[in-house]
Each structure stands twice: as structure tokens, then as C-alpha cells.
């Protein structure tokens, strides 16, 4: 498949420290190409041009790099719930077919977000990071996640077909798993997760050579636990298949040899279960990714034993950036290695979100040569919102 | 600071998600202990219908001198507890340090389960009522001319336990006497008694298969309880609702247990106000079968005076004095949550507390990171009070008076019920009430234990179940 137009050209540079200056120079031009867009009369956002009345700056002619970025107020996630939708539409796309992805909906109403094509593009860069060996181009997939009004269940899709293959999906509502939990209809939300691996197996045991999943952490180990309980062999009886030699009793005797995983909170100690226990030492190839409706994907750096099973992501950028900033100033990012909120900004055609404080923490990471900007580790909810909200529920 | 790993059925697992405990008093780090989740407990419960073929095929006799073993080790022996090794008197230290409970009573309770290893012969007897050790080995027995058999209703024993006393710990010692794999979930602050009890199972012998020790948080607790054929649970009203009817799990909820005075003893309370006192508030008041009320027909205000005069001496003492008779809150928050609870309550006409009167000084003592309650007794004017049928983690109850022709009736679910009553009608009443389940007749506190009867359920038959058996070859006959 070829890809979509808008894809970012690669970043150049012979050492690290050239490739972290040209990575900031394209920062800076897709920045002022992005206000332009979003704040001209003639391709504006109706949103972003009624809000710019509000300013104290002229967005056209004061914001030319990334640290002008400050000037704009934080995002407040309100201003996404709710609609009109069409006011986040940019004029230059009034003609344009339009999808709406919302959140999960674990806040109260759900913030949507309008897209056209950036998932395209955002997945096409997320599939260039995943090695072939594991992720074989032409193989089919399995999505075993959310679906609805999500970004994740077209996306996944998208990627098996940039990829060549085919993807399989299940029907999995996560609103109602969160209503369940907060309802503490505890064996209610697990016979539902019953009925979505259920889905899952069925899938499996139907021949579609699937040897790609997405999948979330929970989902991951609820499917390893249907597994090792021989929910698919089981399944490959009642269909009449006859189980092959060696059984069908783990993630890689089902066939899967690649997984794409993300959606919910990763720690190191899932991913050094899921690497040690559920896929057999690391022999299927398993890559973290944090994202949301907002961002896009941040791709991780290889897990594994070598650094404690450590997670790193790093934002597309220049697509999208991902601060580390002291909870209590968003303009002060903290030392690498220390710990504050994570601040958001997006900057595409079809979305413009500056500085807009996740629901997460974590440590600050460094630059490197595949990523020369920083990134986040040890990602998990804000200490001062976590508790409020039910999340990760599938 | 000492690491506590888990024990994965024979894997010594050290996790990097690990809780830190602290001290009560000082908030130094005392341990840190490894973290399982929900997965991997599942994952580790698939290799139960093997663990459990290799325990059945030990003689149950074997067993039981393993318990003697273990019974002296817990006691006597240096015991590895991850990278240290832990004498009794450190264990006590470490168990007091981390819950805030007194030394003295952590002494006290941990030697209830020394003595549930030692006697593990009369403790199962009184379980099995008597049932002779074959059928353990043979799932059947027909010594006294009967054929008695019984079959495992489980291939594993899950315990989610609480971080209160370790006096708790007796009700699961028994499980590898018959012959199930344990899996224990200790409580956040107290996972040295359940360490150390396999820690001495491990060294007599019991095979490391059939033994885990899985911290975890809430959600993997929820899974042990899902995927254990059979298990118990410690938790509020509102943990255990979701059990409620589910048999597999015996709940150790809110005891509700009481005092009650019978017409005829009414008028001679105080010569029970000893008995009284020590229901109250042996143990610090912690144990589920502390009582949390005295019905009376008549003098409530004079028996709740005469209690209250006995406690208002108790004092807030350091975890380390020997003259203890209330716990620390680890959390002072939880101290000031009950503390405010029972103010509320007490803004709805018909109740004082009579204690606070007498001793003059507030319930809730706070000193540094601690915080205690001092007892609390309430008098009452009506059983639909809002604080009359409340149970604290501290020595607390209230006053009630009723007629005793309708006492059994309104009392509600009690755990323990200590009758003072001659009263052969009244005392036949009693022990045809289903709202009790353990019971006191006379004076005796409602604490008070006897190990050669069932106790807060009965392990065996939650284990075990009976079946009608025939054989038409028995053992020996040859085929």
C-alpha cells in the first residue's frame, strides 16, 4: 500500500548531536507551518479563529518556533467535549470525509476529536519502527481491543493493510466494562472479558494464519490465562480440527509471533511478565506503544531484560511532542531522569493541541540516534489525579 | 531493609513492583515485598492438580510430624525471610514495627499459631469431629463399622488474609494436614506471619510445590478468590458483598459478636463485668470475636457506667511496653476516620459516651505518625440507634437494652454470642437461634476459643466433601 501524504521525511544527521539540531530545526518549521494553517482565515479552524480573539499575541505573526508554543494558554480538555464537532473541522477540509474518535469515556463525556487522515500517517510511521521478523508483511492481524467510536479499531486495521494483511476484530464495549466496575459488578465485567477472548479464540481457531495481534495489557494476559486453560484447543474440538502436535496451549503455539500492544498503563513488571511468562522469553516479539485520540503513538525503545524491562516512548514528532514539565509550572521542564506531568502538544493539519497536561507521569528520558528528542519513561497516572477516574479497564 | 519475595509453588520470585512497609512510629523503611499480579497467579494455579497429586501421596502421618517440626522451628529457629534470616524475637519486632500492633500481643497471638502447628492432631480432630486419619489418605475410612468417605472439593486453598493479628493465621494452618496446596495473600502490612509459618513448613519438609505466598493488590486478590475452588476472604460488609453467596469463599467479615444478659443474671451484672471487659477488649478489641455489644433487659446505663469505668484507665502506650492493651494505627487517618464516624453518630439523640464522660480526655490520641482510640463505650437507648450494631478495630461497643423474650430475634448476625443466662428456656432459645454461630453459654468472654471445635467455619468441610461410597473390591481383595 503507499502511504499517505503528510508522512514526515526522515531525520538526517551523522552524529547525535546533528540529528537533535535538525529534529529541533523541523520542530520549528512544522510548528509555524501548523499555527499558519490553523489560525489563516482561508484554512483556519473555527475553533482555534474564535479562540485567537482571546489572545494577547497574534498567533500568524508571533509563534515561529517551537518555544513560542508557550505563548498559547494550556488546553483545557473541556473545550473537547461536546459540540459543535464541526468547529475543529479546518476550513481547508470542509470537503473532506471526517471521522470522530472519542476517548473512552471514563471522564464523563467524551472528548472527540476530529480526523481525517492523521491516523493514517501516525500508524505508516509506527509501522516502519516494527521489525519485519516478527511482524511479517502480508500476515494477518488480530484486533483484540476496543471497538466503537475509537481511533485504535480503525487504526489497527489500517496497519494490517499498510502491512498487506487483513485484520480480524472483536466487538469490545470498554464503557460498559467501566460502568460494571464502578456498579462493583465485578463477575459481571468478567464474564464479559470471558465473551471478548471467547471472540478472540473463536478467531484463532479459524484457520486466517493470523500471526499479528494488538492487544492491551489486560487483554494480553486474559488471553494467555484462556490459553493455558486450553480454551483453544477446546474450541479446535468443537469445530472438529484436530489439535496439532504440541498443543495450542500459549500465545506462540496459537501462532502469533508479533505483538502490538498498548491502550492502557504498561509497567515493567507486566512487561517482564508478559516477555518471561506469556511469550516465551521474548521468542513473540512484543512492542509497548503509549498513545491516545489526542497524540497519535509513542513508539517505545526494545524492552527487555537488559534495562530492567524499562519503558521509554518517544512522541512522533515533529507530529506530535511530549514534555515532561513540574506538575505546578507547565513552562519548566524537569532534569532528565526527573519526574513531573506529561504535556502534550499536537501539531498536524487536520489538529492543532498545544500543551495539554495528560493524565500521566513520568521520568524524562534523553535523546537518542532513532529518537533524537525526549521521551518518557515509567508512565502511569498523575499521583494527584490517579483515584478519581476507573481506567485500564480492558 | 529486608526483601520479602514471593514463593511461586517452588520459585522464589523477586518482583520489581514491590510495596515498602514502614515502621509505625518512625516511617523508616522496615521491608519491601514483591508484588504478583492477577496473571500470574492464574498462571501459577494451573500446576495446582499436580501440586495437589504430589501432597495427597505424602502420608497424612508424615504430615503431621512435619507440623511438629514446623511447630518448633516457628518458635525456635533463625527462619530465611528473603535476604535475612529472622529469629522469633525479630519477627515479633518486624510484626509490631509494620502494624502497630503491641509487641506483647504479637507475641501472644503468634504463639495461637504456634500452637495450631504443635497440636495440629487435636486441631484437625475438632475439625473432622473425629474422623480417623486414614480417610485422609484413603478418602475413606471404615473404622466403627461405617463407611465415611470424602472427596477434596479443591485442588488449591486460597487465603486472603488481613494485616490485623496474627491470630487469624491459625484458621489456615490446618489446609496442608489435609492435604491442599495454600496459597496465601498476605495483608499489606502483615506478611511476616504467613512468611515465616511456610518458611518453617519449607524447612520440615512440606514440598515447595504446594505452598505460595502471592502479595498482591485488591484486584489480584478478587483473582484468587475467582479461580480457587476454595478459599476465605477478611474484609468489610462492603469487600465481601460480592462473595456473599458465592460457597466457594468463607468470609471472615464483621463478627458482630455480643454479650447477653438473661433476666435472671440482669440484676448481677456486675459480678460478669470482668468477663465483660475482656470480650471487649482482650486483643485490643481487634478480633472479630471481640464483642461490639451488651444486650440487656434492664440497667444498660449502670453495666455500660461499670464497663466504662474498668476501660477509661486504658491508656495509649508505645508498641514496645509490656503493659499495652491497645493497638497504634499504622494509618493515623484510619484512627481519625472511626473517631469522626462515631462522633456523627453520636449527634443522633439517644446515645452518650459514657467513657469520654469518665475519663475526661477525647477518644482519639494522636503522637507523631500514631494515633490510637481509647475504649469507647456508648450507651444506647434503642437497638435501631445508628451506633448500636457498629464494630471497630478498636475496644468499642455499645450498651442495649432489650427484652429478653425478643432479643434473638433483633439481635442480627452474630459471629460470637456469649448468653449469661441460666435460664434453661432462654439458654434452648439460644441454641436453637440461627442468627448465631459460635456460642457461649455462662461466663465465658466471647473470645474465648477451644481448639478441638470448629471455629469461624470449619476448614475441613470447605475442603472436603462427604459421598456415599461402595466398593465391591476393598484394599487387599486382589482383582
Request: proline share 8%.
Amino acid at each position: 500500500m503507499k502511504d499517505t501524504p503528510g508522512k514526515p521525511a526522515p531525520v538526517t544527521g551523522a552524529t547525535l548531536d546533528e540529528r537533535i539540531k535538525n529534529a529541533r530545526a523541523g520542530l520549528d518549521a512544522q510548528v509555524r507551518e501548523i499555527v499558519r494553517w490553523h489560525f489563516s482565515p482561508e484554512t483556519g479552524t473555527p475553533f482555534w479563529l474564535e479562540k485567537a480573539k482571546e489572545f494577547s499575541f497574534d498567533p500568524l505573526k508571533d509563534v515561529n518556533g517551537w518555544d513560542d508554543v508557550k505563548k498559547f494558554p494550556v488546553f483545557e480538555d473541556e473545550w473537547l467535549r461536546g459540540g459543535p464537532v464541526r468547529k475543529w473541522v479546518p476550513k481547508a477540509y470542509a470537503d473532506r470525509g471526517v471521522y470522530v474518535f472519542e476517548t473512552g469515556g471514563t471522564t464523563g463525556l467524551p472528548k472527540s476529536r476530529i480526523v481525517i487522515d492523521d491516523f493514517k500517517i501516525d500508524y505508516e510511521m509506527m509501522s516502519d519502527t516494527l521489525p519485519d521478523q516478527y511482524f511479517p508483511k502480508g500476515s494477518n492481524w488480530l484486533m483484540l481491543g476496543p471497538s466503537g467510536p475509537r481511533r485504535l479499531r480503525l487504526a489497527i486495521e489500517h496497519l494490517a493493510q499498510y502491512r498487506g494483511g487483513i485484520c480480524f476484530a472483536i466487538d469490545l464495549d470498554p464503557r460498559y466494562v467501566v460502568r460494571c466496575i464502578k456498579e462493583r459488578k465485578i463477575a459481571e465485567a468478567n464474564a464479559y472479558k470471558e465473551h471478548c477472548i471467547a471472540q478472540a479464540v473463536t478467531v484463532l481457531a479459524g484457520g486466517h494464519d493470523i500471526k499479528c495481534m494488538f492487544t492491551t495489557p489486560k487483554l494480553l494476559a486474559a488471553l494467555d490465562e484462556a490459553l493455558r486453560a486450553g480454551k483453544l484447543e477446546d474450541k479446535y474440538r468443537e469445530l472438529g480440527k484436530k489439535v496439532p502436535p504440541g498443543g495450542l496451549r500459549s500465545i506462540k503455539a496459537a501462532g502469533i509471533t508479533g505483538i502490538f500492544s498498548g491502550g492502557t498503563e504498561f509497567t515493567p513488571q507486566f512487561t517482564r511478565e508478559a516477555y518471561e511468562e506469556m511469550l516465551d522469553d521474548g521468542e513473540v516479539y512484543m512492542t509497548p506503544t503509549y498513545g491516545n485520540t489526542l497524540m497519535g503513538l509513542a513508539c517505545s525503545k526494545p524492552i527487555g531484560p537488559a534495562d530492567g524491562f524499562k519503558i521509554s516512548y518517544y512522541a512522533p514528532q515533529p507530529r506530535a511532542v511530549i514534555e515532561v514539565v513540574n506538575p505546578k509550572d507547565y513552562n519548566e521542564v524537569v532534569p532528565y531522569g526527573g519526574t513531573g506531568r506529561v504535556l502534550l502538544t499536537t501539531l498536524t493539519k487536520e489538529f492543532f493541541v498545544p500543551r495539554f497536561p495528560e493524565r500521566d507521569e513520568g521520568e524524562r528520558e534523553p535523546p537518542f540516534e532513532k529518537y533524537p528528542w525526549d521521551g518518557v519513561s515509567g508512565v502511569r497516572p498523575f499521583a494527584e489525579l490517579a483515584g478519581g477516574t476507573v481506567v485500564g479497564v480492558y | 531493609m529486608i526483601h520479602i519475595p514471593a514463593l511461586r509453588f517452588g520459585k522464589v520470585y523477586t518482583s520489581l513492583e514491590k510495596a515498602t512497609l514502614v515502621h509505625h512510629v518512625t516511617g523508616e523503611p522496615v521491608a519491601e515485598v514483591s508484588q504478583v499480579t492477577g496473571s500470574m497467579i492464574a498462571r501459577d494455579l494451573g500446576q495446582m492438580a499436580q501440586a495437589h497429586k504430589l501432597l495427597a501421596a505424602i502420608p497424612v502421618r508424615d504430615i503431621l510430624a512435619m507440623y511438629k517440626k514446623a511447630a518448633d522451628y516457628f518458635l525456635n529457629a533463625a527462619l530465611p525471610c528473603g535476604d535475612a534470616e529472622l529469629t522469633f524475637a525479630d519477627y515479633v519486632k518486624n510484626l509490631s514495627a509494620t502494624t502497630g500492633s503491641p509487641r506483647v500481643f504479637c507475641d501472644r497471638n503468634a504463639r495461637k499459631v504456634h500452637y495450631v502447628l504443635a497440636n495440629i492432631e487435636e486441631v484437625i480432630g475438632g475439625l473432622t469431629r473425629g474422623l480417623p486419619l486414614d480417610a485422609l489418605d484413603n478418602g475413606y475410612t471404615t473404622a466403627g463399622g461405617r463407611m465415611q468417605a470424602f472427596y477434596p472439593t479443591t485442588d488449591v486453598f486460597g487465603a486472603v488474609l488481613p494485616s490485623n493479628s496474627p491470630g487469624v493465621h491459625s484458621l489456615w494452618v490446618p489446609t496442608i494436614a489435609f492435604k491442599i496446596p495454600l496459597l496465601l495473600k498476605p495483608g499489606r502490612e502483615e506478611p511476616w506471619t504467613p512468611f515465616r509459618v511456610l518458611q518453617a513448613f519449607l524447612k520440615a519438609g512440606v514440598p515447595p510445590q504446594v505452598l505460595g505466598f502471592l502479595p498482591t493488590d485488591h484486584a489480584g486478590a478478587a483473582d484468587i478468590l475467582r479461580l480457587c475452588g476454595r478459599s476465605m476472604a477478611f474484609g468489610d460488609d462492603k469487600t465481601m458483598a460480592p462473595y456473599k453467596n458465592d460457597h466457594r469463599v468463607e468470609i471472615h467479615g464483621t463478627g458482630y459478636s455480643k454479650f447477653i444478659l438473661g433476666e435472671d443474671q440482669a440484676d448481677h451484672w456486675e459480678k460478669h463485668l470482668d468477663v465483660l471487659v475482656e470480650g471487649v477488649a482482650a486483643n485490643g478489641g481487634r478480633a472479630c470475636v471481640n464483642a461490639s455489644a451488651v444486650w440487656t433487659p434492664r440497667n444498660g446505663a449502670a453495666i455500660a457506667e461499670g464497663l466504662a469505668k474498668k476501660l477509661a484507665g486504658v491508656k495509649a502506650r508505645p508498641s514496645d511496653d509490656p503493659a499495652c492493651e491497645i493497638s497504634a494505627f499504622a494509618n493515623p487517618a484510619v484512627a481519625e476516620g472511626i473517631n469522626a464516624l462515631i462522633d456523627e453518630g453520636l449527634k443522633t439523640p439517644g446515645a452518650v459516651d459514657v467513657t469520654e464522660k469518665i475519663r475526661g480526655t477525647p477518644r482519639l490520641v494522636k503522637d507523631g505518625r500514631c494515633a490510637w482510640l481509647l475504649p469507647t463505650i456508648i450507651r444506647v437507648d434503642s437497638p435501631d440507634h445508628p451506633l448500636a450494631n457498629k464494630e471497630f478495630l478498636f475496644p468499642y461497643a455499645a450498651v442495649v437494652e432489650w427484652p429478653q423474650d425478643d432479643v434473638l430475634k433483633r439481635i442480627g448476625y452474630t459471629l460470637a454470642a456469649t448468653v449469661l443466662s441460666d435460664d434453661p428456656g432462654f439458654i434452648a432459645d439460644a441454641l436453637a437461634c440461627a442468627n448465631i454461630e459460635r456460642l457461649n453459654i455462662g461466663p465465658l468472654p466471647t473470645n474465648r476459643l477451644t481448639w478441638d471445635q470448629p471455629h469461624e467455619g470449619n476448614l475441613f468441610t470447605h475442603l472436603y466433601k462427604q459421598r456415599a461410597l461402595q466398593h465391591a473390591r476393598p484394599a487387599g481383595a486382589g482383582v
